[in-house]
């Protein structure tokens, strides 16, 4: 007979209940688990990085014992009650913006004290041999998953899974953060043009087409600067969460040949996030100054190499935009932001400011950059559109270029023949010389945005990020080329084409964009009206379908990107669009609780819907497709497992039925063969993807917590280890093996980044 722990300790309430009644049996439950676990924890731990599903258990180790027997009562309440809230219904509302403040936190903690629960006897996951399943709880819910028949007799719950011997390497990040950020693009002396997104600073050689990445940072990055010896780099990154709790903002110097961190500054003296960097040019670049995003916006000086902090001081309780040292003396610093510009000395250990006095001038909302001229001038642009001049030494006008621009003027720089370059919101490019005077201008185009940052680069040519995502490479003279693209808003729907190194991707930005894995370049993009959730190539890679948020759904010729038919089901989001294997059904998953199915004709071109499949008390989250094309297995926000007939939309109930389906892919997470990638402690909506190899021995993951996690498959061993990889810095929405496993991609959800892993 199955006995199952959590029937005995299922109490008459609700689930906040959950746990009460079994306090007297944790005595009595079996040893043998609780042994087996501390067995694991150790291989757990040896992951390749710190990893979330890992870092729970192993803070448990170091957790005093009575730590947890105190605080165990209490954190079972918390289950039912707490964390669900937390989740919110829909994955929309539990995106990484919010999640910096308590609720993450409140979810993360309360899971750590509860994960002595689970090990006092392995609660989580029960096996009931005779019938052949395994029951895991998410949130206080069962999810019974049955085993297929011949594995019944040797299962063993207790048996350890094995580390994969692959590993995953990142080989190319696609997109740019140019949207909110400012001065972070570079030309190297090594011929790289450095600049970054989500947390990986890209060092792309644009002649060889090669790109190395630097991975020291946990979340956000938002600042860059370059030494004056061109290789020493420093980077600022945002405060983040991880599975652990909190993440400190701090700067990295590090190394940009050997990719070595060198110092790590200012954890724990920074808050929320730092805003602005720049390393001084006349005393050998010793000291870098910081603006940090606090109310107060403080200023300070560090001596890097000593990881010493100089000063400090409240810069401003406006946003500050910009910080820069003067070119002759390290004493100097300029600060500029909203209705402000600040000359700051460095006497004694004190930053002694004096404000810009704009006099006659009309006073600017925002002073946007600034730079110097050769003979030690500031130049600063504003929202007006004026360029400003400030003498030397001084804190006042001594030139005007009065409406430079029209509108804001957001970067400035200075050539090294001595020419300044100004760009800015109206796109134009325009260079001026010694004495302020226009030399030339040259509009960039509407599709690549304003310009945010230009660098120089070799010889004539400059290289411009704009707030589209675009770097671009041109001349003064016009004619720019995009080196860099990607999504300006965040990104869900990816798919990868059925036989060529191709995958696609969409998003919220209402762009769909056709990739090449091999050449790493942008095939097409098309613009649509809606913003985008899904996509889903057909068998014969003919055609892509495209899910949106509205219900409407479109398919796209992949060839000419031309619309083939569009149609609606639902007003509400549709989470998957998935072929059937044969290329004759389309299932759709929609947040209407609902899979509306599709005959297919005319290898994609031609459909005819067949009805929809309704039994899911929940929003659709995935759906896989047997061999056969004759099945669908689908998973629902609220953990429900269901299996459908879609020719003629019925569900299957038979156990025996559907436990030895073979399916073509899998992107559930839910299942026997996967339930060993939650980590302990979840909420259930901490996985947002799964993929299987289709050699069938891989599986990866993307979590909320920007981790790609790569495991072992079948992965249906307890808490199974796996390797684990940074890099997106906002939750991990999607990840997808190409056609022939040779590559992984993944995409980030609010960071936007698409980033493609090779399978070593």
């Excluded at 949130?139 to 094995?162: H, N």
């Excluded at 290789?231 to 110097?253: E, F, M, Y």
């Excluded at 290329?583 to 509306?596: E, K, P, Q, T, V």
């Amino acid at each position: 007979m199955c006995v199952d722990p959590a029937l005995m300790r299922k109490s008459p309430s609700a689930d906040s209940n959950v746990g009460k009644p079994a306090r007297p049996m944790i005595a009595t439950l079996p040893l043998r688990p609780t042994v087996n676990n501390g067995t694991i924890l150790p291989k757990k731990g040896s992951g390749t990085l710190p990893s979330p599903s890992g870092s729970g258990s192993r803070k448990d180790t170091s957790t005093p014992a009575n730590k947890s027997t105190v605080r165990r009562a209490n954190s079972n309440e918390h289950v039912g009650t707490l964390t669900r809230k937390d989740s919110g219904d829909s994955k929309g509302n539990r995106t990484r913006a919010g999640s910096t403040g308590s609720n993450s936190s409140g979810k993360r903690s309360d899971s750590k004290q509860r994960d002595p629960v689970f090990n006092a006897g392995m609660r989580r996951v029960t096996h009931c041999k005779e019938e052949g399943y395994v029951k895991m709880y998410l949130k206080g819910r069962p999810i019974t998953m049955f085993m297929p028949k011949e594995q019944v007799d040797s299962y063993c719950l207790e048996a350890r899974a094995d580390l994969p011997s692959n590993k995953l390497k990142l080989d190319w990040v696609y997109g740019y953060r140019g949207r909110d950020c400012r001065s972070n693009l570079y030309l190297l002396p090594t011929g790289e043009t450095v600049y970054f997104i989500a947390s990986v600073v890209v060092l792309f050689n644009v002649d060889e087409q090669l790109q190395r990445h630097y991975t020291g940072h946990t979340d956000d990055i938002k600042c860059l600067a370059v030494h004056p010896d061109k290789i020493t780099i420093a980077t600022g990154q945002v405060a983040g969460t991880s599975s652990d709790g909190k993440l400190a903002p701090h700067v990295r110097v590090w190394d940009s040949v050997s990719l070595n961190t060198l110092h790590v500054l200012g954890t724990g003296f920074f808050d929320r996030a730092l805003v602005c960097l720049a390393f001084s040019k006349s005393n050998g670049g010793n000291t870098l100054c910081v603006v940090d995003d606090s109310n107060d916006h403080v200023l300070s000086v560090w001596d890097w190499q000593r990881e010493d902090r100089l000063a400090e001081v409240k810069c401003s309780n406006e946003s500050v935009f910009a910080a820069d040292f003067h070119p002759t003396d390290c004493n100097i610093i300029v600060t500029c932001g909203k209705s402000h510009l600040y000359f700051w000395n460095l006497e004694k250990g004190m930053l002694v400011k004096k404000q810009g006095l704009f006099e006659k001038q009309e006073k600017p909302k925002f002073v946007l950059c600034v730079t110097f001229a050769e003979n030690g001038d500031a130049i600063t642009g504003d929202s007006s559109g004026n360029i400003l001049v400030w003498g030397k030494g001084t804190n006042r006008i001594s030139h005007v270029i009065q409406g430079a621009h029209e509108g804001s003027i957001f970067a400035l720089t200075m050539l090294r023949n001595g020419t300044l370059v100004s760009g800015g919101k109206d796109r134009r490019l325009v260079s001026w010389d010694g004495s302020y005077q226009q030399i030339q201008t040259v509009e960039v185009p509407e599709l690549f945005g304003p310009i945010r940052t230009i660098a120089e680069g070799r010889g004539e040519t400059v290289l411009i990020g704009t707030t589209k995502n675009f770097v671009l490479q041109g001349s003064l003279d016009g004619e720019f080329m995009p080196i860099t693209q990607g999504h300006t808003d965040e990104l869900w729907g990816l798919a990868v084409h059925p036989w060529k190194p191709q995958f696609l991707t969409c998003g919220y930005d209402r762009q769909v964009c056709l990739w090449d894995s091999s050449c790493h370049q942008l095939i097409w993009t098309k613009s649509m009206e809606d913003a985008a959730q899904s996509a889903g190539f057909h068998p014969s890679g003919a055609v892509v379908a495209i899910g949106t948020q509205t219900g409407r759904w479109l398919v796209l010729d992949t060839d000419s990107k031309d619309l083939v038919t569009v149609h609606t089901d639902g007003n509400e989001q549709l989470s998957v669009m998935s072929y059937g294997p044969d290329g004759n059904f389309l299932a759709i998953g929609s947040h209407d609780n609902y899979i509306y199915i599709y005959a297919v004709a005319e290898n994609g071109r031609k459909y005819s819907r067949v009805g929809k499949c309704s039994g899911h008390s929940s929003f659709i989250t995935h759906l896989d497709w047997s061999v056969d094309s004759q099945y669908l297995v689908s998973n629902s926000g609220d953990y429900e497992i269901l299996y459908w007939i879609p020719s003629v939309c019925k569900q299957v109930v038979s156990v025996e039925t559907t436990r030895d389906i073979e399916w073509a892919t899998y992107t559930c997470t839910l299942g026997f063969q996967v339930f060993g990638l939650w980590p302990d402690g979840s909420d259930g909506t901490d996985i947002n993807a799964v993929c299987r190899t289709n050699d069938k021995s891989l599986l990866v993951t993307g979590d909320d917590f920007g981790k790609v996690h790569l495991f072992s498959y079948p992965c249906s061993q307890f808490r199974a280890p796996s390797h684990v990889y940074g890099g997106h810095s906002s939750h991990v929405t999607n990840v997808t093996f190409l056609y022939d496993d040779s590559y992984l991609v993944s995409t980030g959800g609010k960071d936007m980044s698409v980033m493609q892993w090779r399978i070593v």
